[in-house]
C-alpha cells in the first residue's frame, strides 16, 4: 500500500507511520515444511475486505480493465489471457501467495504518464495467470514492460508451496515507460520480512536461479546520475540509490522487523 495516513504522538512529537509489514518462511523454517506467510495491509479503505475471483474461461481478444485501488481511476484496458486462476484474498489456487510493502523511493521516479498498473493490479492479475513464484515474478515484470508502472516503489512477496521470493521494483518516472528491478529467492531453513523499505542492497549478477533482475536496473541508475558512471555493476547497492535509508525508514520502517 501507498504510505498510510496515520499518525502517532510520541514524547510530543507527530512522525507519519507506514502500515503493511510481511513475513515469509521458508519450508526448511516451518515445522512442518510449509511456507508460511503473514501481511498486514492497515490501509482503511478496504479495511475488513477479501477479493474474491472466480476461475474463468475468456474469449481471444478479450480485454481486463484496469482501475487504480486508491483513487478508483480508469486506468484503460490490458489484454486478457485466455484462461484465469480462481484467487481467494492473497492466494490463488494453486497456493501461489503474492502481496507487498510500499517503500516509496526517489520521489521523481513515482508518476510516469501513461503507466496503467499500480501494485494491486500487479498481484491479482499476476495471481490469475501464475501458478509459482518464479512464474509470478516473471508474469509480473512482462506486463510493467509493456504497460507501464503508476505507482512508487514496492516490495513484492511471492510464495508458493516450495519456496519464497522478494522483489524491489520502482517506475522509470516521466518520459520512461516501465520499472527496474531485483528479485531475490530467501535461502530455504531463512525467514524473511520487509516493512516499507526496499530490501535489496548489493545483490548477486550472475547467479540467475536465485537472483534475477531487469536488464537496466544499474544503466538507468547510470543515465539518471544516480550512480557514478564509472562505478562496477557489482558493487551497485538498490537500496542506497532508490530508496536511500533515513531515520524515518530506520526507526519506523525496519524496526518492525
Known amino acids: 500500500m501507498m504510505l498510510a495516513a496515520s499518525i502517532s504522538l510520541v514524547l510530543g512529537f507527530a512522525f507519519l507511520t507506514w502500515g503493511c509489514t510481511n513475513y515469509m518462511v521458508t519450508p526448511g523454517a516451518s515445522e512442518d515444511g510449509s511456507t508460511l506467510y503473514a501481511y498486514t495491509y492497515?490501509?482503511?479503505?478496504?479495511?475488513?475486505g477479501i477479493k474474491f475471483l472466480p476461475a474463468e474461461d475468456h474469449d481471444p481478444g478479450a480485454k481486463k480493465k484496469i482501475y487504480n485501488v486508491e483513487t478508483g481511476e480508469y486506468m484503460g484496458e490490458i489484454d486478457e489471457v485466455l484462461h484465469t486462476y480462481k484467487?481467494?484474498?492473497?492466494m490463488n489456487e494453486?497456493?501461489?501467495t503474492v502481496g507487498e510493502t510500499?517503500?516509496?523511493?526517489?520521489?521523481?521516479?513515482?508518476?510516469?504518464?501513461?503507466?496503467?498498473?499500480?501494485?494491486?493490479?500487479?498481484i491479482f492479475t499476476t495471481l490469475q495467470r501464475a501458478k509459482?513464484?518464479?512464474?509470478?515474478?516473471?508474469?509480473?515484470?512482462?506486463?510493467?514492460?509493456?504497460?507501464?508502472?503508476?505507482?512508487?516503489?514496492?516490495?513484492?512477496?511471492?510464495?508458493?508451496?516450495?519456496?519464497?521470493?522478494?522483489m524491489d521494483m520502482i517506475g522509470k518516472g516521466e518520459g520512461e515507460k516501465g520499472a527496474v528491478w531485483v528479485a531475490q529467492r530467501i535461502p530455504d531453513g531463512f525467514i524473511a520480512a520487509h516493512a516499507n523499505q526496499a530490501k535489496t542492497t548489493r545483490f548477486p549478477?550472475?547467479?540467475?536461479?536465485?537472483?534475477?533482475y531487469s536488464e537496466d536496473v544499474v544503466s538507468f541508475?547510470?543515465?539518471?546520475?544516480?550512480?557514478?558512471?564509472?562505478?562496477p555493476d557489482s558493487e551497485f547497492n538498490f537500496q542506497d540509490v532508490y530508496s536511500p535509508m533515513d531515520f524515518t525508514r530506520a526507526r519506523y520502517c525496519e524496526s518492525r522487523v
Do not use: H
Open 102 to 122: 510500499t517503500f516509496g523511493g526517489i520521489e521523481s521516479l513515482s508518476s510516469q504518464t501513461g503507466g496503467m498498473l499500480d501494485y494491486d493490479s500487479l
Open 132 to 166: 509459482t513464484a518464479r512464474e509470478a515474478i516473471q508474469v509480473m515484470t512482462d506486463l510493467v514492460a509493456e504497460y507501464g508502472y503508476s505507482c512508487s516503489g514496492e516490495t513484492f512477496s511471492f510464495l508458493d508451496p516450495k519456496e519464497a521470493w522478494f
Open 221 to 231: 541508475a547510470k543515465r539518471k546520475g544516480l550512480y557514478p558512471t564509472e562505478k
Open 42 to 48: 492497515d490501509t482503511v479503505p478496504t479495511f475488513g
Open 205 to 212: 549478477i550472475d547467479d540467475p536461479d536465485n537472483c534475477k
Open 87 to 90: 484467487v481467494v484474498g492473497n
Open 94 to 96: 494453486f497456493q501461489l
